[in-house]
């Protein structure tokens, strides 16, 4: 086990297309869901968790996500600027490296936000992680428990917690827009726009991607 992290990487540079016309005039991130930003629902979660910086990253309308966060004292922020080109979930990883360090750091979805039950879910995911066997650990649930998926199940999880495709499987779990990184799977990366899936599937393939299941209620801001 390692000490929880205390870095993350918010994922808010989306175009947020599939909301418009509420997405016209501002940016996704920014849309509030019962009286909270989306955005605001990821940092507070990361807060509560421990974690003292968060590197979010900036796109579309990126002077009204600056000005929001700017005054927010937890986690302290730091803004990846990509309004010269969108780069995608790991592209965007890449790009904001030198600002994430060499330690295992959170990723969070700003599209979607969870009700817990219990025990914190990204508290939970920081005591599961377990650097010596895991490069990548998601946050996990089932279709019954998510509001807003309209595809099929991601992965399916072995006894071990080792995660494979599932091809759509009803069997398997979604990928919940969380999990621990460490920073070696983006070893050679590539600079420009490509996605976090191609890390999951070299994760699969080391048999070092896991995953845990969230106990509550998981919410997918899409349409």
Not at 6 to 18: C, E, H, P, S
Not at 142 to 162: I, R, Y
């Amino acid at each position: 086990m390692t000490a929880n992290p205390r870095t993350a990487m918010v994922l808010a540079a989306g175009l947020g297309k599939r909301m418009r016309p509420i997405t016209d005039t501002i940016p996704k991130p920014l849309v509030e869901i019962a009286g909270k930003t989306l955005l605001d629902w990821g940092l507070d979660s990361l807060a509560s968790a421990g974690v003292d910086k968060a590197v979010v990253n900036v796109h579309y309308l990126p002077d009204q996500i600056i000005a929001h966060i700017a005054d927010r004292g937890a986690p302290r922020i730091a803004i990846s600027d990509e309004r010269e080109m969108l780069l995608d979930s790991a592209g965007g990883i890449v790009k904001a490296l030198p600002l994430l360090g060499k330690e295992p750091f959170y990723i969070i979805n700003a599209d979607t936000f969870w009700i817990d039950s219990g025990q914190p879910s990204l508290e939970r995911l920081s005591l599961a992680w377990d650097a010596a066997r895991m490069d990548i650990l998601l946050m996990l649930t089932d279709l019954d428990s998510a509001t807003g998926h309209c595809v099929g199940t991601d992965f399916l999880v072995a006894p071990d917690g080792a995660l494979q495709r599932s091809k759509g499987d009803p069997a398997g779990l979604i990928y919940a827009g969380a999990a621990i990184v460490h920073p070696r799977i983006f070893k050679d990366a590539p600079t420009g726009p490509h996605s976090l899936n191609a890390y999951f599937d070299k994760a699969i393939t080391a048999g070092r991607l896991f995953g845990m299941q969230m106990q509550g209620r998981w919410i997918t801001v899409g349409t």
